[in-house]
């Protein structure tokens, strides 16, 4: 029988139940915390590929419901030895992103949904004002990538692969992801993606609901949902 | 006996002695923070330099409570702006120590800009003991419900407890998955319920025909935070829904507390925070158990110690055992300073037209505003919300909200009706302003 103390000093292995949305269906995903820690390291790189540098910081602008993807994201930033911080990604909070933009002067914010420029819109600020100044602004919706594109702005794509993520970086050619520990395929004019290495939860042939193409290994280009 | 069975995650700790309290306390705060914060927040040093006081001065609780000088909100807004500084002179380490910090967090931004918070915490806090008292164990199930600007203090004490978080949005907008995972996972605790969310489960309960008390039936407590609820929803929700709810509050700033299962005012832990309770118009300590402004000191945060803050809640605070063993001090929210309007000479406070308001059906969710330009007016104006579905007339429902709060405080009101979602859209979504100046 585990002991009460033993489970206090030893988590349980599921480090947490968060979901998968595909066309608005949930599916619930559980992940380990070795999981966790490995996506981490993936997407490290990404981060500094957008420019985070050690000493720098990150606004991650996501919603609890998507932890599993924006946790890893958050301890990515400590691997380069960067801050992050966090905003809702919803209009409430977007006065947050306001704040935090300005006092914490970002190098990444990631995460800007078409909600968050709703947000910002009612409370009277200019999204191209309040983000014009980030160096790399990331968005999390279609939505939020043309208004930003019309605003003057040069967004990149942060989209969801199943329970990973891909981000363009700031050359601007295409989410990357992790060809290592994923495999995506089209099927159908969406893209698939199945793990290479061992996850608590596997993804076979998961569909992601991202309509798009591989262009090359470890890059997709994407034309909105499936 | 069995970790299940257990009453107390720490019972050397939540049973302390109260002179072992008091002895830990004095260490703590005169041997260690004190020294620490007046050398190196620069808010703290300039208020006491202002006050002529050194630590040197500050040997004793009698000496702390005589000569220290008092820091609020104002004052660390005002260093903020005078010197540019975001984290208002309290931090006392470089934040971009990226080896001692690994986010910058901030506070709910409920009566202005959130308050940037760098956080170096790593595993539990002391909510443990709190989530242990609602009745988690490990291997079960848990409903982390909030927001992401909280940062992973939260999930690190769910799973310090050995059990599993579930991540739900504090949103009306996941409510279906709220009560998905919750019928298929059986979680056994939640974190956290408020007012707002209330009114969206019931309103998604009744839309879908959803039966609550199924649905939450694997629940042995849940926390009730942010947005206070009144007496008639908090029985809605006890005995429709089948939850026992624990009222959770802040306390100063330093630390939070939590009804037991008592249900008797809200433990706080005074090996981690001191609490005073004083004249909410003066420095005097009010009587155990009366009501006065929370005047909070940090007694282990070495990042940005709050010193004698006054908080501007009101609140009673009692050092009397409870009788669930527990030894620690109990504190009452009762509202906000700052949320008191005086009217004819009469004080009232957000809390004293809950209950008026939500026994009209049409008002029933409880969002209501006081309108106050300053605090002490001459007519109470109140800004009301309704649920458009009720059938009546707003000219009488109007009247009926005025002749139930003039019941109740003995003053009537001027009232004007307000969609509810025109109210909640003034959130953050776990609580609206209370109070506002037009």
Redesign the interface.
């Known amino acids: 029988m ?3 103390a033993k ?2 000093e030893d ?2 292995e ?6 998968i949305v595909v066309d608005g269906e ?1 599916t ?1 995903w ?1 992940v380990a915390q070795r999981d966790v820690e490995d996506e981490a390291e993936s997407l490290a790189p990404r981060l500094a590929a957008l420019g985070l540098e ?2 720098g ?1 990150v606004l ?1 602008v ?7 993807h ?2 890893p994201l ?1 301890q990515a ?2 691997r380069i ?8 990604a ?1 209009p ?2 977007a ?2 992103v306001a ?2 933009t300005r ?2 002067v970002p190098h990444v914010v990631i995460g800007i949904t078409g909600g968050v420029l709703d947000g910002l819109g009612e409370a009277g600020q200019d999204p191209a004002d309040v983000l014009g100044s980030v160096p790399a602004v990331v968005t999390a919706d279609d939505d939020a990538h043309t208004r930003l594109r019309a605003a003057g702005l040069a967004p990149r794509h942060w989209v969801k692969l199943g329970p990973t993520s891909a981000i363009e970086d700031v050359a601007g050619e295409g989410p990357v992801y992790d060809v290592s520990r994923w495999r995506v395929e089209e099927d159908g004019g969406e893209l698939v993606i199945s793990n290479v290495v061992p996850r608590l939860t596997e993804a076979r042939a998961l569909r992601t609901g991202v309509r798009g193409r591989v262009v090359e290994e470890g890059r997709v280009s994407v034309s909105g949902s499936a | 006996m ?2 299940r069975e ?1 009453r107390y995650f720490s019972p050397e700790i939540e049973t302390m002695p109260r002179d072992e309290i008091e002895r830990i306390r004095e260490e703590r705060l005169l041997g260690d923070l004190l020294p620490w914060a007046y050398q190196r927040s620069a808010l703290i040093r300039e208020a006491w330099d202002a006050a002529g006081v050194t630590p040197d001065d500050v040997q004793s609780m009698d000496q702390f409570q005589e000569r220290v000088p008092f820091i609020d909100k104002d004052a660390i807004r005002a260093f903020r702006d005078r010197h540019r500084d ?1 984290y208002g002179g309290m931090l006392c380490l470089d ?2 120590l ?1 080896e001692v ?6 506070t709910s ?1 409920t009566t202005g ?2 308050t ?1 918070a760098p956080y170096a915490g790593r595993g539990p806090s002391m909510l443990v003991r709190e989530f242990w008292e609602l009745g988690c164990r ?2 079960d ?1 848990f409903t ?6 909280r ?2 203090g939260i ?1 690190d004490t769910i ?13 009306p907008a ?1 409510v279906p ?1 709220l009560i ?2 919750s019928r ?2 059986r979680p056994t605790a939640w974190y956290n319920l408020s007012g707002p969310l209330v009114l969206a489960i019931e309103q998604y309960a009744a839309a879908s025909g959803t039966d609550l008390a199924d649905a939450f039936a694997s629940y042995r407590g849940v926390t009730l935070a942010g947005e206070p609820i009144g007496p008639r929803t908090r029985r809605r929700v006890e005995d429709g829904w089948g939850l026992e709810l624990f009222v959770h509050t802040g306390v100063g700033d330093v630390g939070a507390a939590t009804e037991c299962r008592e249900h008797d005012g809200c433990h706080f832990w005074e090996d981690t925070c001191y609490l005073e309770s004083l004249d909410p118009d003066g420095v005097e300590p009010v009587g155990d158990g009366e009501r006065g402004e929370l005047v909070s000191t940090t007694l282990l945060d070495k990042i940005a110690p709050l010193v004698r803050y006054r908080s501007d809640d009101l609140v009673r605070i009692t050092h009397e055992w409870c009788a669930c063993g527990r030894t620690h001090g109990r504190v009452w929210p009762l509202g906000r300073k700052g949320d008191e309007v005086v009217v004819e000479g009469r004080s009232v406070l957000p809390g004293d037209l809950w209950a008026a308001i939500e026994a009209v059906p049409e008002t029933g969710a409880g969002l209501f505003q006081v309108i106050r330009a300053r605090r002490e007016v001459d007519r109470l104006r109140l800004r009301v919300g309704y649920a458009n579905d009720g059938g009546r007339g707003s000219a009488d429902l109007r009247t009926r909200v005025t002749e139930s709060v003039h019941a109740a405080v003995g003053i009537e009101p001027d009232v004007e009706l307000v969609a509810n979602e025109e109210l909640l ?1 003034q ?3 776990h609580k609206i302003p209370r109070v506002a100046k037009q």
Do not use: N
Not at chain 1, 62 to 68: D, T
Not at chain 2, 144 to 149: E, I, N
């Open positions: 585990v002991t009460f489970r206090y988590p349980p599921v480090w947490g139940v968060g979901r949930v619930p559980p050690p000493g910081l991650v996501a919603m609890l419901s998507q932890a599993v924006a946790v958050e930033a400590g030895g960067a801050l992050y911080s966090s905003a809702d919803t409430f909070d006065f947050r704040v935090l006092q914490l | 069995s970790g257990r975001p934040p971009k990226t910090f690994s986010a910058i967090f901030s931004g800009d959130p940037p490990p291997g199930f982390y419900c909030l927001f992401t600007f940062g992973p999930h799973r310090g407890i050995g059990a599993t978080p579930l991540f739900v949005d504090h949103q996941d998955q998905r995972f298929e996972l859209r959130g953050p979504p």
